[in-house]
């Protein structure tokens, strides 16, 4: 699998309802660092009960 933005072999693949999306290591940290200060995020992790261990 490629990444969504580039030609680079897809290091993580998410899906949802059957579309499988690939991301290089490159611009998955890109999309992580986007939404990581975003109201999104901070309701998944409170549906998801997320707590660190480190």
């Given at each position: 699998m490629?990444?969504h933005?580039?030609?680079?072999e ?10 499988k ?9 890109e ?9 999104e995020l901070?309701s998944?992790?409170?549906?998801l009960?997320?707590t660190?261990?480190?």
């Amino acid at each position: 699998m490629r990444c969504h933005y580039c030609d680079e072999e897809a290091t993580f693949a998410a899906e949802k309802g059957g579309v499988k999306v690939g991301l290089c290591t490159e611009h998955f940290r890109e999309r992580l660092e986007l939404i990581s200060d975003s109201e999104e995020l901070a309701s998944l992790e409170e549906q998801l009960d997320v707590t660190r261990t480190d």
